[in-house]
């Protein structure tokens, strides 16, 4: 099976920065995209940011446009979100996830493969 491996969340104070990471590994599968989630208590999963694995095209959501930037390193099968100017309503447990399929929806449900989650806590 997959495995995805979230790094790099943290406590920051807001208007600080953090650089979340996602490692794969395990059996080789295709990959039409890689995304980011977030999720609070009460909440359903948040679509945050996702990148196509071949061309590189981004999808951000409306809340965090601008202030974050999904990337990857295809050698390293890693993929990044960077996260500038945070604010305390982005606190919340980060999750990776990866999609073989493309269905032209953002929705966790088309997504196959996730981490465990890292949490992120923006406050002063």
């Known amino acids: 099976q997959v495995q995805l491996a979230e790094s790099g969340g943290g406590l920051v104070q807001p208007g600080g920065s953090l650089r979340l990471s996602c490692a794969a590994s395990?059996?080789?599968?295709?990959?039409?995209?890689m995304g980011w989630f977030r999720q609070t208590p009460g909440k359903e999963r948040e679509f945050v940011a996702s990148?196509?694995?071949?061309?590189?095209?981004?999808l951000y959501a409306n809340s965090v446009k601008g202030r974050f930037t999904i990337s990857r390193d295809k050698a390293k099968n890693t993929v990044y979100l960077q996260m500038d100017s945070l604010k305390p309503e982005d606190t919340a447990v980060y999750y990776c996830?990866?999609?073989?399929?493309?269905?032209?929806?953002?929705?966790?449900?088309?997504?196959?493969?996730w981490g465990q989650g890292t949490q992120v806590t923006v406050s002063s």
């Open positions: 395990g059996r080789p599968f295709s990959v039409y995209a």
């Open positions: 996830a990866g999609r073989r399929t493309y269905s032209g929806v953002t929705a966790s449900a088309a997504y196959d493969y």
């Open positions: 990148i196509s694995w071949s061309t590189g095209s981004t």
